[in-house]
């Protein structure tokens, strides 16, 4: 029934779980705190230490920050969350982790990187570009679903409803900060001012999709679904 906890009563069409659910919001929370974090480390090192800026053809260590970001954004986003996946499959590390890197790449080369070289550019500050283009980079959140699903489809014939799912939670969480942008005057994520509330919304922005992708993560690795289960 699952991977590492078949004597658990899971149940077959829904893979409702209360404990794993919890777990799933608890570890990408932690990541994207870290990733966030750690994340404007490496925007100030590119722009305060490395002097990056629009005509410096600092190209390869723009790419470098870059790499570094997205192996980050992989390695702790992609770990903590395999550590839930692998309770109801056997699901490959390397695989997962892989599968993460990909879109957080592109999302530093595309959105990140040049937020970030363009701030110094201006002389604006760095770390606040670095995670208003970190929100911004919520619209990829579609690529990593369909990034990951390619590692699903081995274990689950729901795999194509994981690209679903993430699209819907991003688009729920983007819609809803945009109708609160609208009717507060404190949500200033999406204008770029007021530093403390912008710089908490990021965070919650992210953490918001936690809940949505968390239940459809159970549904999609339900003992139902899985490759080789029989439907009741």
């Known amino acids: 029934m699952t991977a590492s906890g078949s004597a658990r009563e899971v149940p077959a069409s829904s893979g409702w779980e209360v404990r794993l659910y919890w777990r799933w919001i608890a570890y990408n929370s932690i990541a994207f705190v870290i990733v966030l974090s750690v994340g404007v480390?490496?925007?100030?090192?590119g722009s305060d230490v490395?002097?990056?800026?629009?005509?410096?053809?600092?190209?390869?260590?723009?790419?470098?920050?870059?790499?570094?970001?997205?192996?980050?954004?992989?390695?702790?986003l992609g770990t903590l969350q395999w550590l839930v996946a692998r309770e109801r499959v056997a699901i490959a590390h390397k695989a997962?982790?892989?599968?993460?890197?990909?879109?957080?790449?592109?999302?530093?080369?595309?959105?990140?990187?040049?937020?970030?070289?363009?701030?110094?550019s201006s002389d604006q500050d760095v770390s606040m570009a670095y995670l208003l283009a970190a929100?911004?980079?919520?619209?990829?959140?579609p690529l990593l679903g369909?990034?990951?699903?390619?590692?699903?489809r081995k274990v689950t014939r729901r795999w194509a409803w994981w690209?679903?799912?993430?699209?819907?939670?991003?688009?729920?969480?983007?819609?809803?900060l945009l109708l609160l942008s609208r009717?507060?005057?404190n949500l200033d994520v999406l204008r770029g001012d007021g530093a403390v509330a912008a710089v908490a919304e990021v965070y919650l922005s992210l953490i918001?999709?936690?809940?949505?992708?968390?239940?459809?993560?159970?549904?999609?690795?339900?003992?139902?679904?899985?490759?080789g289960a029989e439907d009741p």
């Not at 480390?41 to 090192?45: F, S, V």
């Not at 369909?146 to 699903?152: G, K, M, P």
């Open 41 to 45: 480390a490496l925007a100030l090192l």
């Open 50 to 76: 490395l002097h990056l800026s629009l005509a410096s053809r600092h190209v390869l260590v723009a790419l470098l920050i870059a790499t570094l970001g997205a192996v980050l954004f992989g390695g702790v």
């Open 96 to 120: 997962w982790v892989t599968a993460n890197i990909g879109p957080a790449l592109l999302a530093w080369l595309l959105i990140i990187m040049p937020a970030v070289i363009s701030a110094q």
């Open 135 to 141: 929100s911004q980079s919520l619209a990829l959140g």
């Open 146 to 152: 369909l990034s990951q699903s390619l590692v699903l």
């Open 163 to 176: 690209i679903g799912a993430n699209l819907a939670s991003w688009l729920i969480v983007d819609v809803a």
């Open 183 to 185: 009717l507060s005057g």
């Open 208 to 227: 918001a999709t936690t809940p949505l992708t968390g239940r459809a993560l159970l549904w999609v690795l339900a003992p139902a679904a899985l490759t």
